[in-house]
């Protein structure tokens, strides 16, 4: 099986469509969704109606997703996300909020377990970037490959034993051979912020037969997204910046 693995959207329809396309030509069997469909950009709605669409869907609720429904308070978040999740609100059709409203914050597959931000207290979306945190991560299962988000930064931790934790950040497309005897937390980056100064989209295929784990970029129309930013007071224009130079 050949699973595209996706996070961190924030209706971003230009990205979100550049990786739908891509993913169409990858031969993907299931599609999942790590969450935060919505948050800082200009087309929550159509993002979530592109998500909805894709086959064989797994999908998990974001802290932003979270947020737009009242399941996270949207004051807990800087200014300008807060701004933004109200806007988001606003806009929502009641549809897709019910969509928002009904997702999990943990799923398995397999060998397989799905979180936006971390297993071990998923509701708190605590980022997994010290050892510490992906101590508890592999402490909360014994499944072997955990997938993530949240920080918008592709990365590979591997724990090769108990006593040892690496952590590798990929750059550019790439494939890696995982050995499964080890255990993983794959963070599968940003579709549509990207944070680790590569502004292209970013998502994850991890094909369970040959065990290898590509990480796709993606260039997209940035300038369509900085123009919706734009037309919206509610947004802040320090967004733009973030997408055209990928912090």
Same mark, same amino acid.
């Given at each position: 099986?050949?699973?595209?693995?996706?996070?961190?959207?924030?209706?971003?329809?230009?990205?979100?469509?550049?990786?739908?396309?891509?993913?169409?030509?990858?031969?993907?069997h299931r599609h999942c969704c790590l969450g935060d469909i919505v948050g800082y950009g200009p087309q929550p709605n159509e993002c979530i109606d592109l998500v909805r669409?894709?086959?064989?869907?797994?999908?998990?609720?974001?802290?932003h997703d979270a947020a737009a429904t009242w399941h996270y308070s949207p004051y807990s978040m800087q200014k300008q996300a807060t701004a933004a999740i109200l806007w988001?609100?606003?806009?929502?059709?009641?549809?897709?909020?019910?969509?928002?409203?009904?997702?999990?914050?943990?799923?398995?597959?397999?060998?397989?377990?799905?979180?936006?931000?971390?297993?071990?207290?998923?509701?708190?979306?605590?980022?997994?970037?010290?050892?510490?945190?992906?101590r508890r991560s592999f402490g909360a299962t014994r499944q072997p490959l955990i997938f993530v988000g949240h920080t918008h930064i592709p990365m590979i931790i591997t724990?090769?034993?108990?006593?040892?934790?690496?952590?590798?950040?990929?750059?550019?497309?790439?494939?890696?051979?995982?050995?499964?005897?080890?255990?993983?937390?794959?963070?599968?980056?940003?579709?549509?912020?990207?944070? $680790?100064?590569?502004?292209? %989209?970013?998502?994850?295929?991890?094909?369970?037969?040959?065990?290898?784990?590509?990480? =796709? &970029? /993606?260039?997209? $129309?940035?300038?369509?997204? %900085?123009?919706?930013?734009?037309?919206?007071?509610?947004?802040?224009?320090?967004?733009? =910046? &973030? /997408?055209?130079?990928?912090?």
């Amino acid at each position: 099986m050949r699973l595209a693995v996706f996070a961190d959207i924030h209706a971003n329809l230009a990205a979100l469509q550049a990786v739908v396309a891509d993913m169409a030509e990858r031969n993907v069997h299931r599609h999942c969704c790590l969450g935060d469909i919505v948050g800082y950009g200009p087309q929550p709605n159509e993002c979530i109606d592109l998500v909805r669409s894709l086959p064989r869907l797994i999908c998990i609720r974001g802290n932003h997703d979270a947020a737009a429904t009242w399941h996270y308070s949207p004051y807990s978040m800087q200014k300008q996300a807060t701004a933004a999740i109200l806007w988001t609100m606003d806009q929502l059709r009641p549809e897709n909020a019910a969509f928002l409203e009904g997702l999990p914050l943990l799923r398995s597959m397999g060998n397989m377990l799905f979180a936006h931000a971390n297993p071990y207290n998923p509701g708190a979306f605590r980022y997994v970037l010290e050892g510490k945190y992906a101590r508890r991560s592999f402490g909360a299962t014994r499944q072997p490959l955990i997938f993530v988000g949240h920080t918008h930064i592709p990365m590979i931790i591997t724990r090769p034993n108990i006593f040892r934790i690496t952590f590798l950040q990929p750059r550019g497309p790439v494939v890696h051979r995982l050995d499964l005897k080890k255990r993983h937390i794959i963070n599968c980056g940003s579709v549509g912020q990207p944070r $680790d100064r590569d502004p292209r %989209a970013c998502y994850c295929i991890w094909d369970t037969r040959e065990q290898a784990l590509e990480y =796709r &970029r /993606l260039e997209y $129309d940035t300038a369509a997204t %900085a123009a919706g930013i734009r037309a919206i007071d509610a947004l802040s224009d320090s967004m733009i =910046r &973030r /997408l055209r130079r990928g912090l």
